[in-house]
């Protein structure tokens, strides 16, 4: 049990002598009183140690290690005298441990300053604070050794409930480094990886820039989610400002001017600042503060500067290492150490490898000297030991395993002497892992050996991803399989890095850099090279960047390939992205390009792509037939092996989609159902086309978990820009049509963001945006914004119709859907209804009795005039946009004069062929026959087979709400014109109790007070006998007074619950709705 902490105070060794002096009381014995300072200064000298030191330290932090350990014994036992569980006090026990007495000298050397930045900072972690600390020192000063100190004494026990992260930023790629550091906060691979992989398909500066701080973004934003107190440790290496680039892009800042940056200007003003500014415990380390970010400090105090040693504090260091040396020795390496521990430790570690001493004072000269030893010293177990260090010190990982260590080496025994464990530094935390203990040490090394002998330096990397091999395979996402993928890389083991690539997911940061040296090492070797061209294609291609330069140059490559099937998957590849693109005269001229295919399964993919191009003419007849062919050479080829199954899944989408084109919803669902596969990106696509089939059926609740389950895994998987939002945007589509509306608009901003600013956006992701807003455009006319919708709709259709004719697709279906759409906008203007179930215009509407505006409104007269519009064009196009003609009647029935209403209405019922089309249709029959006046008397039976229809559909807890409510409502209205009165009371307290019509209560309630209008005396009598008394209206419309006493019910309702008195229900007998 640890020793009561108080926060901010530097000095631990006053708070617990105190707690001590607490715990003991007045006890005393015969030195005197149990832990005063007397006392304390009686045992120190009882026990070797100097007894004048005593206040020093407690008040003072100052005194010797040896002191200090006496000291700390002492009132420790003292503590445990009382029955006290242990003392511990882990920023004091860190640096008593003694784990070596050269690194305590140099802790010794830090100062007091530095000693107590570092107590403040562990004592705040400790509990529970959130510190910042910003270290600065030159390479040697000792920020290394401090951060070890720092992470020793957080790990200690008892160990506070925190995520502990150390990542250096070092300088062989940036990209690297960051996603590390995202990896070990708990950010999917898949999802970093889609970030980078985003940055080198950007075109214009300000999208790059804005694409590199997403990759930043994504880190802070995975911070601010952890519930997990968080301690980071950042290093920002001094070699670091090398790398000025992020996904091949120069660095850029996300501001307006989108200037260009060091890396370190980047990290801080990207990263580090904002992550400063979040509730988690940060120490960055780094040689120095540039100028420019004078003033940027974030949430950091001020910088603690680490001084270099002095020449007493070298002298006292150097006779600690090396103490067999002459006085004359140690004042030579002294004197050549220029005032830094790391030159120290070099120099040392050369005297004690009896090297010459290298001339000069440079660092450089010093780390060169001992860097040759990988090479020519006289010691072959050294030598070996050195090759092993600089193959294992990857810059991306500068630590390893110690088995690792002893894989490499081919001296026995495996453990390490004296000299080959003085080049190495424990990590703190694991005792399983080293580190060589100078950064720049291991790059030189590794330089040296690759450059003059790279023989041996690829062996070595050979057996070090031999190592991994095993556990790579075991955990293909792990640190493992990266270092494995590393090394076989740095061994330029092509195939295995290929095989690797075909089964399972490269990094990104790694991808370029194979296919960037691939393409200037494998000239001779064309075969390789057009294996390595494919895994890049195939990379980038399954995350959906078509338009990156390294996908672009890499199907340059393989179209030229003397390989058939080769250049055949190139152009199968292209004729899919241009399909994608709507642009379908430059699929089918590189279709035509297939003369013979000789792989069964790229022959199936090309009768696939053709099926796509038929599907997207709505030639569905022909795709069938096409999507049937490829499934019958996957069925002689048989569903072993990765290829056919990938096969079998695409087959199944396929012939799904094209059941869908064709009205068999349910056989869209069957094939949908047979695809099976672990691939993220597929699944979350046959998710979505599942709940987009559920909505069309009216089985909300399925679809709800359909489209859920499409984001989930898109978000997971990474799936392209455009996929994430066109499912949220789909979703949001759903949560309109079930009445959340608030929920809808979320998911449409939820789209908008995925797809970025739109006035930065690329051709193709503008594309996007006019989808996503043509979509969301439907949710403000569902809340009456009429003027919103018109100027959406109307910006949409141009909008689209100008990327046709500018890109050379045909996007007619989007041009007139989009007309439709801005005809259902101006008729609900005209009305002055919002477009949502129930659809409950004034009640002049429905009684046959021409509205005042029903031939003067201009916006009706004009919403009949783009409908006419549209029917034309549907009748030019023949079968084509076949999902249009259904919606163009069912629009028309609402808004065309009652006659052609009625017999728009009837096609569309004739057309139903699912029992939610069924109860739909019937819906606005019905609504279009009390318009017409009902003139063959068919109204009762439309209703009867509406509400027949829709049960069948789906549950009512699981279906489709808006159509109930709508068709409760027209079932009062007929038997009222008929000259019923119907129960108008009971049947609204009825609906008001179904919380499953919630979203639709306010739209009955407006309904059943214009109908009780109609009859003012008979039918407010008969509400309030049933309801209950109605509040004086003070002057409103009975419509608007049970509205305003509703929503003043749920505000009661609701205040109850939230302060506990009792729950929000609806009431229980018809008689309370609106009682007093």
Request: charged share 25%; hydrophobic share 45%.
């Amino acid at each position: 049990m640890g020793v009561p902490t108080t926060a901010g105070e530097g000095n631990p060794w006053r708070r617990i002598f105190e707690e001590v002096r607490r715990a003991l009381g007045n006890r005393r014995d015969e030195t005197g009183v149990l832990g005063s300072i007397n006392w304390l200064r009686k045992g120190m000298a009882e026990r070797g140690a100097n007894p004048n030191v005593v206040r020093n330290i407690i008040y003072r932090d100052k005194g010797k290690l040896s002191d200090k350990r006496v000291l700390y014994s002492l009132l420790s036992e003292l503590w445990e005298s009382t029955g006290r569980p242990p003392l511990r006090v882990p920023e004091l026990e860190v640096l008593l441990a003694a784990p070596s007495e050269g690194d305590q000298e140099v802790m010794q050397l830090l100062g007091r300053e530095k000693r107590r930045a570092y107590q403040a900072f562990v004592s705040s972690v400790r509990q529970g604070g959130a510190p910042k600390l910003l270290i600065i020192g030159r390479p040697g000063s000792g920020k290394t050794l401090l951060t070890d100190y720092i992470q020793q004494a957080l790990e200690l026990p008892p160990r506070a409930p925190l995520k502990l992260v150390r990542q250096e930023f070092s300088s062989q790629d940036l990209a690297a480094s960051l996603s590390r550091l995202a990896l070990a906060l708990g950010v999917p691979a898949e999802v970093f990886e889609s970030r980078l992989v985003r940055i080198g398909a950007a075109g214009a500066f300000s999208v790059q820039a804005d694409a590199q701080a997403d990759v930043a973004r994504v880190i802070i934003e995975r911070v601010r989610s952890l519930e997990t107190p968080l301690a980071l440790l950042l290093h920002i290496s001094q070699s670091l400002p090398s790398q000025d680039v992020l996904g091949n892009v120069p660095l850029r800042l996300s501001t307006p001017e989108v200037p260009r940056v060091s890396v370190t200007e980047w990290l801080w003003i990207t990263l580090i600042e904002p992550l400063s500014r979040l509730n988690v415990a940060l120490l960055v380390s780094m040689s120095e503060l540039p100028l420019s970010l004078t003033g940027r400090t974030g949430a950091f105090e001020g910088p603690v500067k680490l001084s270099p040693p002095t020449a007493n504090e070298a002298r006292r260091f150097v006779k600690a290492r090396v103490p067999h040396l002459s006085a004359e020795q140690q004042e030579a390496l002294v004197a050549r150490a220029r005032r830094s521990f790391e030159d120290l430790r070099t120099l040392t570690l050369l005297a004690e490898a009896r090297e010459p001493l290298p001339e000069g004072g440079a660092s450089s000269k010093h780390v060169e000297g001992l860097s040759q030893l990988a090479l020519h010293s006289g010691d072959a177990r050294l030598r070996d030991f050195l090759g092993a260090l600089a193959v294992l010190s990857l810059p991306e990982f500068p630590t390893f395993e110690r088995d690792a260590l002893s894989a490499l080496r081919t001296a026995e025994p495996a453990d390490l002497n004296a000299l080959e464990a003085a080049f190495l530094d424990p990590v703190p935390g694991d005792a399983h892992l080293l580190r060589s203990f100078s950064r720049q040490l291991s790059r030189a090394l590794r330089a040296r050996l690759q450059a003059h002998d790279p023989e041996r330096f690829r062996a070595l990397s050979r057996r070090a991803a031999q190592f991994y091999e095993a556990a790579a395979h075991a955990a293909p996402r792990s640190e493992a399989a990266t270092r494995y993928l590393h090394h076989l890389f740095a061994a330029r083991a092509w195939d295995a890095l290929v095989a690797w690539a075909r089964a399972a997911a490269v990094p990104q940061s790694l991808i370029q850099r194979v296919w960037g040296v691939a393409q200037s090492e494998l000239g001779s070797d064309p075969k390789t090279l057009e294996a390595v061209a494919f895994v890049v294609a195939s990379h980038y291609l399954k995350l959906g960047s078509v338009d990156h330069p390294d996908v672009v140059r890499a199907l340059d490559l393989l179209a030229a390939s003397d390989d058939p099937d080769r250049r055949a998957w190139t152009a199968l590849k292209r004729a899919e992205s241009a399909v994608m693109q709507g642009a379908f005269e430059r699929a089918e001229t590189l279709v035509s390009t297939w003369s013979h295919i000789t792989d069964p399964v790229l022959r199936a993919e090309a009768l696939l792509v053709r099926a796509s191009i038929a599907r997207w003419r709505s030639h569905l007849g022909e795709a069938a037939q096409l999507t049937r062919q490829s499934a019958e050479v996957l069925e002689a080829l048989g569903c072993t092996g990765e290829r056919p199954k990938l096969l079998s899944v695409k087959v199944a989408i396929g012939s799904g989609l094209v059941a869908k084109d064709q009205g068999d919803l349910e056989g869209a669902l069957a094939h949908f159902a047979r695809a099976v596969t672990d691939d993220d990106l597929l699944r979350a696509r046959l998710a979505f086309q599942r709940g987009d089939v559920q909505l069309a059926l009216g089985r909300f609740a399925e679809a709800q978990g359909a489209l859920d389950e499409a984001v989930r895994l898109s978000y997971r998987g990474e799936a392209p820009a455009a996929e994430r939002a066109r499912y949220l945007a789909r979703r949001g589509t759903l949560g309109r049509r079930r009445g959340a509306y608030g929920s809808a608009e979320a998911d449409f901003a939820a789209a908008r963001a995925v797809l970025g600013p739109p006035e930065e956006a690329s051709p193709r992701l503008s594309l996007e945006h006019l989808k996503v807003r043509d979509e969301a455009a439907l949710n403000r006319l569902a809340q009456g914004d009429f003027e919103g919708a018109v100027f959406d709709f109307g910006e949409c259709a141009a909008a689209f119709s100008a990327y046709g004719a500018h890109f050379g697709v045909d996007s007619s279906f989007r041009v007139l859907r989009s007309t439709l759409r801005l005809a259902l906008a101006y008729g609900c203007r005209a009305l002055k209804t919002p477009y949502r179930l129930p659809f409950l215009p004034p009640l002049a509407y429905f009684t046959g009795e021409a509205l005042p505006q029903d031939r003067t409104h201009p916006d009706l007269q004009h919403a009949r005039e783009l409908l006419k519009r549209v029917r034309l064009a549907l009748a030019a196009a023949g079968s084509r946009y076949r999902p249009l003609h259904l919606q163009e009647k069912l629009v028309s029935s609402l808004f065309d004069p009652p006659e052609t209403a009625l017999e728009a209405a009837a096609a569309a019922a004739a057309q139903a062929r699912y029992p939610y089309q069924t109860a739909l249709t019937h819906a606005h029959l019905a609504a279009a026959l009390l318009r017409a006046g009902d003139p063959a008397g068919q109204l009762g039976g439309v209703l009867v087979k509406a509400w027949e229809a829709l049960p069948k559909a789906a549950p009512p807890e699981e279906g489709d709400g808006g159509v109930r409510a709508w068709l409760l409502a027209l079932s009062l209205l007929g038997r009222w014109r008929s000259g019923e009165r119907p129960p108008l009371g009971e049947t609204l307290a009825e609906a008001l109790r179904d919380p499953l019509l919630a979203p639709y209560h306010e739209g009955l309630l407006r309904f059943v007070g214009e109908l009780a209008e109609a009859d003012p005396p008979r039918w407010r009598a008969q509400l309030e006998a049933v309801l209950g008394p109605l509040a004086d209206p003070s002057g409103l419309r009975l419509s608007d007074a049970l509205v305003l006493q509703w929503r003043a019910r749920h505000r009661g309702a609701d205040a109850d619950e939230e302060s506990g008195r009792g729950e929000a229900q609806l009431p229980a007998t018809a008689a309370e709705p609106f009682a007093s």
